[in-house]
């Protein structure tokens, strides 16, 4: 294996992310999720010390920079110094909302509701993140005019998918490729697209 750097690792902070999300959606267990969670954890620490040999931040400054982050982002649940607000917002929406307007105001470069969704994510999670901005915003989330009917469960509803996949498989087509371009599409129906 050749030198560390962030580049080479970034493989393994995925695999690792993706294998906490199958433990907790396998129901793997406390153990198993305290063990991937350490593998997630040793990922950031890895990470953190490549940038220290650079001179450029530690693992202290991470956690620094996070709880300041967290303070920032949630005044309706913290204090400017850190301690618990006495009282909450009453919703989840109303949460969601705070958080908007907290992280909108953090960041004026993002210009646009969907700026800072990554490129790099699988494209159904993408798309999922897209709708999801989309409707907070209360723009038209145009679908190019398909109309499926959702099943009501989501074990038929990934049988659904997966035959989807299959069935462009078969026909030659790329699920994967095709999601993408559908999102290209609705980015530029939207004003953005990265």
């Given at each position: 294996m050749g030198a560390l750097t962030h580049e080479s690792l970034v493989e393994y902070l995925l695999e690792e992310a993706y294998e906490v999300a199958e433990t907790i959606e396998t129901a793997g267990?406390?153990?198993?999720?305290?063990?991937?969670?350490?593998?997630?954890?040793?990922?950031?620490?890895?990470?953190?010390?490549?940038?220290?040999?650079r001179g450029a931040f530690d693992l202290d400054d991470v956690a620094r920079a996070l709880m300041a982050k967290m303070i920032r982002r949630n005044p309706h649940v913290f204090r400017p110094d850190g301690s618990l607000q006495d009282?909450?917002?009453?919703t989840v929406e109303e949460i969601v909302l705070k958080w908007d307007a907290v992280k909108k105001a953090e960041k004026p470069e993002h210009g646009h509701v969907f700026d800072g969704v990554p490129a790099a994510l699988p494209a159904l999670a993408r798309a999922q993140k897209l709708l999801d901005r989309a409707e907070r915003a209360n723009l038209a989330a145009d679908t190019g005019g398909a109309a499926v009917e959702i099943p009501?469960?989501?074990?038929?509803?990934g049988d659904l998918l997966f035959g989807i996949v299959a069935g462009a498989r078969a026909g030659?087509?790329?699920?994967?490729?095709?999601?993408?371009?559908?999102l290209r599409r609705?980015?530029?129906?939207?004003g953005s697209r990265p």
């Open positions: 267990g406390d153990a198993e999720l305290k063990s991937e969670l350490g593998d997630v954890l040793l990922q950031v620490v890895l990470h953190a010390r490549l940038a220290e040999e009282s909450f917002p009453a009501a469960t989501e074990t038929e509803l030659g087509l790329d699920a994967e490729r095709a999601l993408r371009g559908a609705f980015q530029d129906s939207n």
